[in-house]
């Protein structure tokens, strides 16, 4: 793993956000693009369409509030994006 | 509204409940079921028949992990369900993930009716909705009120936008809305009632659009819409009243009369007036109490009264009477009437009067909102 990506333990919380928004914000995916470069542009965007969406603090970050927010329990629709 | 804007060609709808979830009794997902349908059709010129072989519109199912349709659910938590925007086959139908606890409140558990509303939703063509009020709002609200619950706007103005509104809606195109009553006050010395009744041990205050529920052990009454309750019962009801042995509440305005059961509205009404014996000239029904002790149903019309055997489910002969010749003291017209400990109590505007029926005389004179302690 790169310097800057997840520790072991937050595995289990990348793999989350990165189902989130593979499932319901059409992030394209691609583990490796998300897991390596989680401050990269198409995925900080995501994670702020995503909060603008959820009436959350547009920062950008995986914050507290995004993540329990993330974790809550949802409808399996897409939010936004391209379906079938 | 869906990419596209998939909806409806057509306002009546059938729906199938495919197979049931083992979490709940299968009355109870009917009428979850039932009631998240008439949520929409509250606001809609949507109709709903249900469907018991064949392919329905939308066809409701529980199921587990991969079931059939490349969006497998993934255990307890997290995707309760998913629905599919208008169209043939798939399309259309909503599928619960078994894996949740589904409940019929919202203390323990998923609330099925909740999750039935806002995929039904989905089923007539609504997307998610980013209002975090909105019953498309895509994240499950456990603390949602059930006995509050009503759609948002943003929710009535995504459906309408599709089909249209409820033509006999407020919001129907070319009929002048009236003006929204205002919110009765409770301590109002000039407070009328619509109708009164007990229900499982409550009392119920109806007005307008609302009613107040007075437990006898609390002080404070609850304030609520009738809707948010019972959606597909009226708003200024003319009288209701309690059949404690049925456990079921009549609620009556104009010629057609409904029976609830605790949350839950009975099929098969509303009925008109007449099955139960009223000539055609009574056009409505004042007020109505349950005698549950005799089994008799009394029904207050201007100034007489008939009497119901509830027994025989028939009205007796030698009615209608004079109300005052028989229940003396009670001579204004009755807005509402029910028992309580062993006495009636008669509203007529903003007086109510305690009445002993054995014997036969009027012990007080009170406000009509004596119960509120205000």
């Not at chain 2, 009975?266 to 349950?290: C, W």
Request: charged share 25%; proline share 7%.
């Amino acid at each position: 793993y790169p310097l800057d990506g997840p520790s072991r333990g937050e595995e289990g919380s990348m793999d989350l956000v990165q189902h989130y928004l593979e499932n319901y914000y059409n992030l394209e995916k691609d583990a490796k693009q998300f897991i390596k470069r989680k401050d990269s542009s198409p995925v900080v965007k995501k994670i702020q369409e995503m909060q603008k969406f959820l009436g959350l603090e547009v920062t950008g970050k995986l914050d507290s509030d995004t993540m329990r927010m993330m974790g809550r329990p949802r409808c399996g629709v897409p939010d936004v994006g391209h379906f079938t | 509204t869906f990419p596209g804007t998939p909806k409806w060609q057509k306002n009546h709808l059938t729906y199938r409940i495919v197979n049931y979830t083992p979490d709940l009794p299968r009355q109870v997902v009917d009428s979850a079921i039932e009631k998240a349908l008439r949520v929409w059709a509250e606001v809609t010129p949507l109709t709903f028949s249900r469907m018991y072989e064949g392919e329905a519109d939308i066809m409701i199912s529980f199921a587990v992990r991969e079931h059939g349709d490349f969006s497998p659910f993934d255990g307890p938590g997290m995707v309760l369900a998913h629905a599919y925007a208008p169209g043939p086959g798939i399309n259309g139908d909503a599928h619960f993930d078994d894996d949740e606890r589904w409940a019929d409140d919202t203390r323990v558990g998923t609330n099925l009716f909740l999750v039935a509303a806002h995929e039904l939703g989905h089923s007539l063509g609504l997307f998610h909705s980013a209002n975090s009020e909105a019953l498309m709002f895509p994240v499950y609200k456990s603390f949602t009120d059930l006995a509050t619950f009503r759609l948002s706007q943003d929710d009535v103005n995504g459906i309408q936008s599709l089909y249209g509104p409820s033509l006999s809606s407020p919001e129907a195109p070319r009929v002048p809305s009236p003006p929204e009553p205002a919110t009765p006050a409770k301590c109002d010395p000039a407070l009328s009632f619509d109708a009164v009744c007990t229900l499982r041990g409550e009392i119920l205050f109806f007005k307008d659009r609302h009613f107040w529920r007075q437990s006898l052990r609390t002080t404070e009454p609850g304030f609520y819409l009738i809707s948010s309750f019972w959606p597909s019962l009226p708003s200024s009801i003319d009288a209701a009243y309690e059949v404690a042995s049925r456990d079921t509440v009549f609620i009556f305005k104009g010629r057609q009369f409904w029976a609830i059961r605790g949350h839950e509205a009975q099929a098969g009404y509303p009925r008109s007036i007449h099955t139960l014996g009223f000539p055609a000239t009574v056009e409505k029904i004042d007020a109505a109490i349950s005698d549950k002790e005799k089994k008799k149903t009394y029904f207050f019309v201007e100034d007489k009264y008939w009497r119901f055997d509830e027994k025989r489910q028939s009205m007796e002969p030698g009615f209608p009477k004079k109300i005052a010749e028989h229940f003396p003291g009670v001579d204004s017209k009755v807005d509402a009437v029910f028992e309580q400990f062993g006495f009636y109590y008669f509203f007529s505007g903003s007086s109510q009067l305690e009445f002993d029926p054995n014997a036969k005389k009027v012990t007080h004179i009170l406000k009509s909102n004596s119960w509120f302690h205000c």
